[in-house]
């Protein structure tokens, strides 16, 4: 017969679980909540890859702003969204949007008012209608011709096509 002190490290994480056991098992009534957080996971492994990266912002405000662009893409990327379009569309129309209809410009709530357009705004460039839009656009001054110069045409098409 072995007994523990109640503050032993044991009996303090038994007494933890059990203390916890209702959030520990919401999954089991509720389908929508995951079993693990693989998905959070992995957005922070995003964020210690690029740490390096993070050490050259210069500034505190610009170190806040890295941190809320990675949240909204990361935001995005969980939505099913392309980043650079949500980004873009965003920043041309956030600033005439009035200060009650702010709401419309989250992810999630973008997402639902563009549904229709969703599976278009998806188009990876490489492919066909990304390669035809590229194509089609006029090409900019000075641009120099390859996939980066095809990458935003088909974006700037994709922008126009989802505009509001």
Request: contains cysteine; aromatic residues 6%; hydrophobic residues 40%.
């Amino acid at each position: 017969n072995h007994t523990m002190l109640p503050k032993h490290p044991i009996c303090l994480a038994i007494n933890y679980c059990l203390n916890q056991w209702k959030p520990l098992t919401v999954f089991t009534q509720d389908p929508a909540v995951r079993i693990d957080n693989n998905l959070a996971e992995q957005e922070m492994k995003r964020i210690a890859m690029g740490r390096k990266n993070y050490l050259f912002v210069a500034s505190e405000r610009g170190g806040h702003t890295a941190a809320v662009l990675a949240s909204m893409t990361s935001t995005c990327r969980r939505h099913g969204i392309d980043p650079q379009i949500y980004l873009m569309q965003l920043l041309a129309n956030l600033p005439s949007t009035p200060i009650t209809q702010v709401d419309q410009w989250l992810p999630d709530v973008w997402q639902r008012r563009h549904a229709a357009q969703s599976k278009e705004l998806a188009i990876k460039p490489g492919t066909e209608k990304a390669a035809d839009a590229a194509a089609t656009a006029p090409a900019t001054a000075g641009q120099q011709p390859g996939i980066y110069a095809h990458h935003i045409a088909a974006t700037q098409a994709k922008v126009a096509a989802a505009a509001p």
